[in-house]
T-cell receptor, first 112, second 115 residues
Framework: AQSVTQPDIHITVSEGASLELRCNYS??????LFWYVQSPGQGLQLLLK??????LVQGIKGFEAEFKRSQSSFNLRKPSVHWSDAAEYFC??????????FGKGTRLSVIA | EAGVAQSPRYKIIEKRQSVAFWCNPI?????LYWYQQILGQGPKLLIQ????????DSQLPKDRFSAERLKGVDSTLKIQPAKLEDSAVYLC?????????????FGPGTRLTVL
């Protein structure tokens, strides 16, 4: 069965610092991989997704993620964090025939 | 383009009561999903509709949960009777097609508190 692990429950970074959120997945075939962001009281918004091709994916709000098949990872990065990036981030895995499976999320706090 | 609409946004009920949630997906989206998000966890799929047919309801607790999408547009999710462990945010999402790679667009959710 497919699964997603986000090892970090909560991360705190300073505004302007770089960010990396980790995501590891377990899936038998080539997965579709997603990163979503959820602000308090809001639904989930897609940041970026990977299906195939270039393993470095660019998303909205200056985020990017890199698919590493050998490590079963799809880590999310941002070179300079803004206070408005404080939110919950979810990694998800799916395929053409199976529903999305989400990780438990990583809560990002941004300090001045 | 209007997003996914959900109502109510908040609901507080006592255990053993019934509750219903409503979702209106993005116009033209054939596939609709209901997720349950318990505090501190990621969303878990409850049921997936393709038009007005059920594609996947394997994780829906059918003894107390039911959902319908009669005309292939909006949908309702019902819990009867509610238990304390049903306290969660119920998210509705929609996609144009049924493929797992399609971007899912989420509504703001309904936060249910069962006392």
């Amino acid at each position: 069965a497919q699964s997603v692990t986000q090892p970090d429950i909560h991360i705190t970074v300073s505004e302007g610092a770089s960010l990396e959120l980790r995501c590891n997945y377990s899936y038998g075939a080539t997965p579709y991989l997603f990163w979503y962001v959820q602000s308090p009281g809001q639904g989930l918004q897609l940041l970026l997704k990977y299906f195939s091709g270039d393993t470095l994916v660019q998303g909205i709000k200056g985020f990017e993620a890199e698919f590493k098949r050998s490590q079963s990872s799809f880590n999310l990065r941002k070179p300079s964090v803004h206070w408005s990036d404080a939110a919950e981030y979810f990694c998800a895995v799916g395929s053409g025939n199976t529903p999305l499976v989400f990780g438990k999320g990583t809560r990002l706090s941004v300090i001045a | 383009e209007a997003g996914v609409a959900q109502s109510p946004r908040y609901k507080i009920i006592e255990k053993r009561q019934s509750v219903a949630f409503w979702c209106n997906p993005i116009s033209g989206h054939a596939t609709l999903y209901w997720y349950q998000q318990i505090l501190g966890q990621g969303p878990k799929l409850l049921i997936q509709f393709q038009n007005n047919g059920v594609v996947d309801d394997s994780q829906l607790p059918k003894d107390r949960f039911s959902a319908e999408r009669l005309k292939g547009v909006d949908s309702t999710l019902k819990i009867q009777p509610a238990k304390l462990e049903d306290s969660a945010v119920y998210l509705c999402a929609s996609t144009m097609q049924a493929g797992g790679g399609d971007t899912q667009y989420f509504g703001p959710g309904t936060r249910l508190t069962v006392l």
